[in-house]
């Protein structure tokens, strides 16, 4: 049964305010985490030479706009959660954006690359969609997306206080280029071990 209107309200809610109430606590769990793969699969994708204007969708406290920006990138930052952003803006020194993926506002092809580590898989399937191509639309000719996800069978639904979906490749590719976008590359991670023991799927899309 499609989910109404309130029904992607709360879940935009109810998620954002998981990361509100634990906005510190994620910042110190999560600062030290090696992204740096996925990092490199988004850059070395995007043509012509760096400094590139990235979207670090989803930017949690700042950890990958620090980065990016240390880099000499052009980065900006989006999140939901008011006090994870004004973490992010602390941390980064970068802007950072205040929407909800039920609000979207982002400018057209005013990116060259997209950053999505770990968090489209918070939008419900339905809408999920409409949210690829408004990344879409606001990449550059030949822009890039990267997404990181944890993988699944299709599975959607609560997980505690956050809403997730846990897409297969076969569905999250049928997604990804419905939406314009022709696939670069896929890996598993954590890198170097067995598939069983790697339950995030990365992936990596250019604008058609």
Same mark, same amino acid.
């Given at each position: 049964?499609?989910?109404?209107?309130?029904?992607?309200?709360?879940?935009?809610?109810?998620?954002?305010? #998981?990361?509100?109430? #634990?906005?510190?606590?994620?910042?110190?769990?999560?600062?030290?985490?090696?992204?740096?793969?996925?990092i490199?699969?988004?850059?070395?994708?995007?043509?012509?030479?760096?400094?590139?204007?990235?979207?670090? /969708?989803?930017?949690?406290?700042?950890?990958?706009?620090?980065?990016?920006?240390?880099?000499? $990138?052009?980065?900006?930052?989006?999140?939901?959660?008011?006090?994870?952003?004004?973490?992010?803006?602390?941390?980064?020194?970068?802007?950072?954006?205040?929407?909800? /993926?039920?609000?979207?506002?982002?400018?057209?092809?005013?990116?060259?690359?997209? /950053?999505?580590?770990?968090?489209?898989? #918070?939008?419900?399937?339905?809408?999920?969609?409409?949210?690829l191509?408004?990344? $879409?639309?606001?990449?550059?000719?030949?822009?890039?997306?990267?997404?990181?996800?944890?993988?699944?069978?299709?599975?959607?639904?609560?997980?505690?206080?956050?809403?997730?979906?846990?897409?297969?490749?076969?569905?999250?590719r049928?997604?990804?280029?419905?939406?314009?976008?022709?696939?670069?590359? $896929?890996?598993?991670?954590?890198?170097?071990?067995?598939?069983?023991?790697?339950?995030?799927?990365?992936?990596v899309?250019?604008?058609?």
């Amino acid at each position: 049964m499609p989910l109404s209107s309130e029904d992607l309200q709360q879940i935009a809610a109810r998620t954002l305010a #998981h990361y509100e109430q #634990h906005a510190q606590s994620y910042w110190e769990g999560t600062r030290d985490h090696d992204v740096s793969q996925n990092i490199a699969a988004l850059l070395k994708h995007i043509p012509g030479p760096p400094p590139f204007d990235l979207l670090d /969708f989803g930017c949690g406290p700042g950890r990958d706009l620090h980065t990016f920006k240390t880099l000499g $990138h052009r980065a900006v930052g989006l999140e939901g959660a008011p006090s994870v952003a004004a973490l992010a803006r602390a941390h980064s020194g970068c802007e950072v954006l205040e929407q909800s /993926f039920l609000q979207l506002d982002l400018p057209a092809e005013r990116f060259d690359g997209v /950053f999505a580590n770990a968090v489209l898989f #918070h939008v419900p399937r339905q809408v999920l969609p409409q949210v690829l191509r408004q990344l $879409h639309a606001c990449l550059r000719p030949g822009g890039v997306l990267f997404s990181s996800n944890p993988r699944g069978d299709g599975q959607e639904g609560w997980s505690g206080e956050r809403y997730g979906v846990f897409h297969d490749w076969p569905s999250w590719r049928s997604l990804v280029t419905a939406a314009g976008f022709e696939e670069l590359e $896929h890996f598993y991670r954590p890198s170097g071990l067995p598939i069983e023991q790697q339950p995030w799927l990365a992936s990596v899309w250019r604008k058609r």
